[in-house]
């Protein structure tokens, strides 16, 4: 009798294992479809990223021949003034990209 | 007793003996099913515990994975997006007035295409206007 006591807790323990083992299987198949879903999305939005920043790119290296666009670098914060920025562009550049 | 009771007595005896054996080997084999049954269930809940375990890891995994993609969409709409839709529309603007940046708004494709018809385009308007 305490035999089959044991042997009926087991399996219950299984089914309970088993049931739960389901629905993991159905969370992470969800959360892996919704992840996919989203890859070309983030590839996109990287891709436009770094053309942003490589336009920025270019038109830091145009202010160093053109000042005049400086104003329009410093109110978007690209550039904080016309010294710090002709001298380390790239610094600039490197804290949009990791904002 | 005769000679006959006593060899049918004898026999019963030896049947009772032999039922005996064979009903105590029928309990040996009972009890090492119920003992192997219960191991091959321990083996498969403990299978079973290990396949959970690493279901939840994959999950919490692919979860954060999942929360960093929608985070950095999101924070690219709205942040980044309009930093950037800004940027390209002072270029232009300022474009009009300094030409020499044109050819890096073509490299990048957005240069405005009313930037070289514009100082023709407003006068046959008023005349439009007119009529």
Known sequence: ?99 | MTEPENASVSASLESLAGDSSALQTLQNEVRTLRSLFSAATMALLLLSFGINAFLYYQDRIVRKELDAAKKTAQEFETVKRPIVSSFITRLQDFARSHPDINPILDKYGIRPAASAPAPSAPAPSPANNGK
């Open chain 1, 1 to 99: 009798m305490r035999n089959n006591s044991f042997a009926a807790v087991l399996v219950g323990l299984l089914f309970i294992s088993a049931v739960a083992a389901a629905v993991q299987v159905l969370r992470l198949s969800f959360a892996t479809r919704d992840l996919r879903r989203m890859h070309p999305r983030i590839l996109e939005i990287n891709a436009h990223w770094n053309l942003a920043q490589a336009l920025l790119n270019d038109t830091l290296e145009y202010s160093k021949r053109n000042p005049a666009i400086d104003p329009l670098l410093q109110s978007l914060n690209f550039k904080t003034n016309s010294v710090a920025g002709a001298a380390s562009p790239q610094s600039v550049s490197t804290q949009s990209v990791s904002k």
